[in-house]
């Protein structure tokens, strides 16, 4: 009793909780931004995003932080252990819901 031809009903596990479909791509297309290589619709339609993704937000605002280190610091890439210590900050501040004790 092996019938083989019941069917493949791998269904992909959804990625992130509430992670957009276009989520992985918009990885490379913020580094393009960040590069100055995207035209004026792409950069709309990536700020749409960004308006209404938060995982995406981090990931532009660390992926714009590190540039900014390292450039200051004169390397050529930033090292492993800064990455994680940016990502992980900058995590930190996007779950805070009130992240910023800015009143008056
Ligand atoms: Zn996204």
New binding site residues.
């Given amino acids: 009793m092996s019938s083989a031809d019941h069917g493949p009903t791998v269904r992909g596990m959804p990625p992130a909780s509430g ?2 479909p ?2 992985d791509d ?1 990885a490379e297309r913020i580094e393009r931004f960040l590069d100055g290589e995207l035209d004026a619709e792409q950069v709309r339609e990536l700020d749409e ?2 308006d209404d ?1 938060l ?2 937000t981090t990931e532009r605002e660390l992926r714009a932080r590190i540039r900014e280190l390292v450039r200051e610091g004169c390397a050529e890439r930033a090292p492993a252990d800064l990455i994680d210590r940016v990502r992980a900050r900058l995590t930190a501040v996007a779950a805070g819901p009130d992240a910023g004790d800015d009143g008056d």
């Fill in positions: 992670a957009h276009h989520c918009l995003h960004l993704c995982p995406c």
